[in-house]
């Protein structure tokens, strides 16, 4: 893709903003047009005067937010503003040139700001006692500790930190804890950065993306102490396009229903959940979490690698609720629909997704979905799926064998009846289909039906005392974990009694029979541990995990089953270097702190051999 020639650029994502839940509040939108309205006309006399080193970024407006940052100070009018990454000062001129001359600013940076070629800032800016540094990294606690006070007083705080994609969750997570007697805004440098977007996608406060007045790179503005419960109209990403759809669940959210800081365990002392916790707090699921039996009259339906399951209304207009996991392939118009798609005589339900070649889409989404439908009374129809056979022909090689696949079909009673598509498009006079009313078709596991449906499954493995009682699941890529992470668990695990396994040698039958009689599991994320579903309330399990790029957050699916089985969770988190000797022997130590069943063995955690008969 061609790009045109500028000074400087930097990859990014278009995101959609009418499913982001946490919109502007009304104090920001005032604030936003009254800073369109100043901005433009600021002067810099201060910065002007001075012999700093570098291009004079402070002149360019728009695409460089110092105009923006004078103007919000001079708005707000704050008494202290807090700065995180001071760099050559600039900015924290820019900052005090916006303020009133008793106001003051605290500054951190991890360098000096003496050690800075060309620095803008000078004695003076400390002699007088406007200006403050601390000199320290922005996500230690030892800042939120000794400056509590000052900190509470802010009434703006300016965050242009390493985007690294870890600093700012750290710190976001100290910044939750600060007891703010005002009501401070908070400035985000960079929040296009791609190891930025998901920082400022999950923050839980009233926000605006405020860029065009402010950095080419972003610039977003967080009401921080604002009502924390958004509109619900937020709350709707898309009215329904479905003809009719029947509630068949409800998940009633509230603080304590989800968050792994209820119901996780550390794997150390002091380990942050954040960036587990970012993607299950009240701001990223509604209150009343539904889960819908949908149903499109005379709808459309493609089979096809990439678009598997991808529904389209009568008019031809694509369901959005289908549309996670699609490639880029374009829509067929309406013309092409109704034209090429091939007429079914009976009503279908479909509910593979368009990533089912993932063990994970497959085990956890669409089985518990199918076996969902039949529960439903509705006037006849029949299941469909794309046909596995061919697929890997057409360069869509599926994660798991076909015997993994005929297997889980068989012991989750979906065999009979169901019918296998080959790709094309379809059309039928009903079309029905489960969804969770939430861009996240993962929230499924949420629900007490998914394990309810997932139970007749669960009483098919047998008991095998000879099974190993602790699972270390290996894999022969290094997606999850690197070459030297894998030696140090395996390592460390082995010498604890864990059996390595690999679980893409195994068939369906076989793998649920291992967690199944398994009273321990340590495993990277990856779909391999959809298995959980079989393990006992007694399995203990600790994920390896590690943030997928350019996500910043953890993602939480396997915790999610964990907790609705009931077993004992812990994780490690590999992208905050968690991953390192003497925690991780912690941890697996904790893991095996428990006794197995009928155990009397007092070395079982040390060894993880069964007791001698």
Known sequence: ????????????????????????????????????????????????????????????????HYHLLTAICRLLDPEVVWEFGTDTGMSTVAILEGLKPGASVYTVDVDGWETKQGSWLVEDDFGTGRVTQIVCDMKSEDIFSRHAGSLAKAGLIFVDGPKDGFTEAVFLDLLDKVAFVRNPVVLFDDIRLMNMLDIWRSIQRPKMDLTSFGHWSGTGLVDWSAASVPAPAQMEAHPSLFSSVRVLD??????????????????????????????????????????????????????????????????????????NFRGNAPFPDIATLARDAIKLDFDVFIGVDAAWRNYYHWLCLAIPKMMLARHVEVPPYRIVIPEYRDREERGWKIAYSERVWDQ??????????????????????????????????????CFDDFYAVIESIRGKPRNNPASPKRLLVARRDTERVSTDEASLIATAATSRGFVPVYLEDLDFVEQAELFFNAEAVIAPHGSGLSNLIFGNSTLRVLEINRCVYPETHLRPWFYLIARGRNQYYMFLNATAG??????????IDVLCSRRPSGSDSEVWWRTGQQPSA
């Open 578 to 587: 968690e991953i390192e000797q003497d925690r991780l022997h912690h941890a």
């Open 408 to 445: 889980s079909l068989s012991m989750s009673g979906l065999s009979e009846g169901i019918v296998c598509l080959p790709p094309g498009l379809y059309t039928s006079r009903r079309v029905h289909s489960i969804h969770v009313d939430d861009a996240q078709p993962a929230w499924l596991s």
């Open 250 to 323: 409800t998940l009633k959210h509230t603080s304590q229903t989800i968050p792994p800081v209820f119901h996780a365990h550390a794997a150390f002392e002091g380990q942050s959940f954040r960036q587990l916790e970012t993607r299950l707090g009240n701001s990223s699921l509604p209150p009343d979490l539904k889960l819908r039996f949908c149903t499109l009259d005379d709808g459309y339906f493609w089979i096809e690698p990439w678009q598997d399951g991808v529904l389209f209304t009568a008019d031809g207009t694509p369901v959005p609720e289908t549309l």
């Open 1 to 64: 893709m061609p790009v045109p020639p500028v000074r400087h650029a930097e990859p990014s994502v278009l995101l959609s903003l009418d499913d982001e839940v946490w919109g502007p509040s009304r104090r920001l939108l005032d604030l936003a047009a009254r800073l369109a309205a100043m901005t433009p006309d600021i002067a810099h006399p201060i910065l002007s005067g001075r012999a700093g080193g570098g291009p004079h970024w402070f002149n360019r407006f728009p695409g460089e």
